[in-house]
């Protein structure tokens, strides 16, 4: 049985904050030990995670992704109690909680492993910042809405370059996120892939590509304004003209406590899509 706890919540929303309270008063009344913390205080969840065996997190996948990105170097699974639009890394939903925790609590559960990326970021051969990601690395121009060329090599190959406002390099975690609305493939969420997606290329190539997990993505940015790197749209770097960034398979890797079966993705897959 399941002893600690984490529980991580967006604060932002009082109706997120009074169901964190509902569901800290249940777990401890089940006999867990429950550990708080707030989605958008990074380093009170990377403590978090150092003490529990599962973090739950109350939200939407914004709240989600920061959950796992926290609890991910540790191998704490995590599990999300829906309180967004889609909900694609979301579990359960608000009204199932009370039935569904105690069967995690007894661990009836099976861990579903997922695919992260790590980008680096480099000007004149020194790094600028490293961001891990489990949808997507997007490199992009900045503030000013004109394209960016993008130099791409694959595993030290030229592949080509985009002119473009951006790139995407999205895990299969990812593919029904940015790289979707960028006309990209929809993934099984548990592949080891990742797809190269264009956002509005310009007179160069369009098509996404797929790529094996041991590939390795380097983009040299070309722009005579600024650009940016993001990393599941939540943390940048800041880029210039010249700056170097490597995208490739994290040694972390996102693990999902899942009480449905696998076929629960292409379930909902239609539903959820229909609901953007």
Not at 30 to 47: F, H, I, K, L
Not at 68 to 89: C, I, K, Q, S
Not at 250 to 260: D, E, L, M, P, Q
Request: one cysteine or more.
């Amino acid at each position: 049985m399941l002893k600690h706890i984490g529980l991580a919540h967006n604060p932002k929303r009082e109706e997120i904050t009074s169901l964190a309270d509902e569901i800290a008063a249940a777990l401890e009344g089940w006999g867990a030990q429950v550990y708080r913390c707030e989605t958008g205080d990074t380093p009170s969840m990377n403590r978090v995670a150092t003490q529990v065996e599962l973090l739950i997190a109350i939200g939407g996948d914004g709240s989600t992704l920061r959950a796992v990105r926290a609890a991910a170097p540790h191998g704490v699974p995590v599990l999300t109690v829906n309180m967004g639009r889609l909900g694609f890394l979301s579990e359960i939903q608000p009204e199932e909680w009370r039935e569904q925790l105690p069967r995690l609590l007894n661990g009836e559960y099976r861990v579903e492993e997922r695919l992260m990326i790590t980008a680096s970021a480099f000007r004149e051969g020194k790094l600028l910042g490293a961001r891990e990601a489990l949808n997507e690395i997007v490199i992009s121009h900045g503030t000013l809405a004109r394209v960016v060329r993008l130099e791409t090599r694959i595993d030290n190959t030229p592949l080509t370059t985009y002119a473009c406002d951006g790139l995407i390099v999205s895990t299969p975690t990812g593919s029904t996120a940015y790289a979707l609305a960028a006309g990209g493939p929809v993934m099984p969420p548990v592949l080891r892939t990742m797809a190269l997606v264009p956002i509005a290329p310009h007179l160069s190539l369009e098509k996404p590509i797929v790529l094996a997990d041991t590939s390795v993505v380097e983009v040299r940015v070309n722009t005579d304004h600024q650009a940016i790197l993001t990393a599941d749209g939540q943390d940048e770097v800041s880029l210039q003209n010249g700056d170097r960034v490597t995208v490739k398979a994290s040694t972390n890797v996102a693990r999902f406590a899942r009480i449905r079966p696998a076929s629960y993705f292409f379930a909902t897959l239609i539903p959820r899509l229909s609901a953007c």
